[in-house]
């Protein structure tokens, strides 16, 4: 294969691939340029091509580039094997399971290096393939490389092939597109450009197949049209209702990955729109969707928190899946604390066990990893504490060390319309006022409603039983 140094932008080389199964477009043809790659991505894919083997730049870097987008990371599909590729890079780090690959790591920035993925047992998808040269095995020699659950899930997907191969096991069609520097062509193996242009998301093969191989493809199909504006195919649209229930089948701890995906890349809110238009909201947050349905204000208040992270990410303040996940199930917990309240306990207990009870429940679902799970119910927890503050708590209340995240969602539940006596904007307010200005707003606070009083400080403190 050609050798790239690739020095002159401008040259045109011949395509390194004669596959007649893609669209070929030339470096003149098409807008994706070296300046809009990471040079780390292009460092890996010169390496590659220099110890030669094939390397391209893969999915949903290019995509975003096409759309005008930035990409957020860079993805390279090779012929080398994930310990070539791993013996070619200091740097490199083999991880999955499910999928064997490397990480090529560079400071904060990790390059994902693939090995081109062949055709697992008899689930061709339906694409054109070239005549394959005899497929590689992995290397776990143990274990089949390849495996189908029951109901025709991708266990493990460890067979190699070619490039072909490669771009028919990909999801949508917009993510199959090629492109390396050995040539500065764009590889189109399944009309992916065509559907850009079209401005819609369609998967490769029969949908009902593939979404039966990886039901979270479901979850991909609605995200990336919210996140592109785009809208999706008809049969790629018409095979969800069919299959969507297959999502239950996925393990939570995927699934809540795949959540934050969904909702913290910038469009959360046309996301959310997308998920309950198909019921997947219902789906992977039941007992919150229940209470949104019943009770319109908690609609609008996840949407208030949604389009609040949009606007965080838009302006690149930091957003947290605690937070994502604490707005999601707070409709819940509310109903749940009322529940609770009605069986006899104090509002401080109920909000607490509801907390708790409402993230046990939610497990099932998707998992809520316990670094966000303490996260989110102290940010619950401080809610009632900051709507009625004595003054003496208000010092002690904004150095806790949530205090910020529990001002943050008081603020997004008042702009919901939820009764918060107005304390969202008093918190404000009080932030930015000079010390003078603080005492007055301190001495117009309603005295405290006996919680600090001598009774209460006489009791020896126990921990509460839920948390
Ligand atoms: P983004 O990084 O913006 O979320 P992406 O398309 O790069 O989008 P990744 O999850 O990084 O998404 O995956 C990289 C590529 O791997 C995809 O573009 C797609 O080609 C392929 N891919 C990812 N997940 C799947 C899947 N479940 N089924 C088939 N192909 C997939
Ligand atoms: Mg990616």
Redesign the pocket.
């Known amino acids: 294969m050609n050798s790239a140094s690739g020095n002159d932008p401008q040259a045109l080389r011949e395509p390194v691939l004669t596959t007649t199964s893609a669209r070929i477009v030339t470096r003149d043809q098409h807008p994706v340029s070296r300046s809009q790659i990471s040079d780390n991505a292009l460092k890996v894919l010169y390496r590659l091509i220099g110890a030669g083997h094939q390397a391209f730049l893969?999915?949903?870097?290019l995509?975003?580039i096409l759309v005008g987008i930035e990409p957020?990371?860079f993805?390279i599909a090779t012929d080398a094997l994930p310990d070539e590729v791993r013996a070619l890079f200091r740097n490199a780090r083999l991880i999955g399971r499910r999928f064997r690959l490397a990480h090529v790591r560079f400071g904060r920035e990790v390059i994902e290096v693939a090995t081109f993925r062949g055709a697992a047992a008899d689930d061709a998808p339906q694409m054109e393939r070239q005549a394959l040269p005899s497929r590689r095995r992995s290397t776990q020699e143990n274990e089949p490389a390849a495996a189908l659950s029951g109901s025709g899930m991708i266990l493990r997907d460890n067979v190699y092939g070619t490039i072909e191969d490669d771009a028919a096991?990909?999801?949508f069609t917009i993510?199959?597109l090629y492109y390396t520097p050995a040539d500065f062509c764009l590889y189109d193996f399944a009309g992916g450009l065509e559907d850009i242009e079209q401005r819609r998301v369609r998967l490769i093969g029969d949908p009902a197949q593939r979404y039966r191989e990886?039901p979270?493809?479901i979850l991909?199909a609605l995200r990336f049209a919210a996140k592109l504006g785009f809208d999706l195919e008809a049969e790629t649209a018409a095979a969800i209702p069919d299959t969507a229930e297959l999502l239950l089948d996925v393990p939570p701890a995927r699934l809540f990955d795949e959540v934050v995906?969904l909702l913290l890349h910038g469009q959360g809110e046309d996301t959310f729109d997308w998920l309950c238009r198909f019921g997947i909201f219902t789906m992977l947050f039941p007992e919150a969707a229940a209470c949104t349905e019943r009770d319109p204000t908690q609609n609008t208040f996840i949407r208030t928190a949604l389009a609040n992270t949009d606007n965080r990410i838009v302006e690149d303040l930091p957003v947290t899946p605690g937070f994502l996940y604490a707005a999601l199930l707070w409709p819940a917990v509310v109903a749940e604390k009322e529940r609770q309240e009605a069986a006899g306990a104090s509002p401080k207990e109920a909000l607490v066990a509801a907390g708790a009870e409402v993230i046990a429940r939610q497990q099932a679902h998707t998992s809520v990893p316990r670094r966000f799970s303490t996260w989110m119910r102290e940010a619950w927890e401080l809610q009632p504490r900051l709507e009625s503050p004595t003054p003496r708590q208000v010092q002690r209340l904004m150095s806790h060390p949530r205090f910020r995240a529990a001002y943050d969602f008081l603020v997004v539940r008042e702009r919901a319309g939820h009764a918060t006596g107005g304390m969202g904007d008093w918190w404000t307010r009080f932030q930015a006022a000079d010390e003078h200005a603080r005492q007055a707003m301190l001495g117009a606070l309603r005295p405290g409603t006996g919680r600090g009083g001598p009774r209460r400080r006489r009791r020896r403190r126990k921990p509460s039983a839920a948390s």
Do not use: E, I, S, T
């Open positions: 893969v999915g949903g870097c995509r975003d957020k990371d993805d096991r990909r999801d993510n199959a990886d979270v493809r991909r995906k």
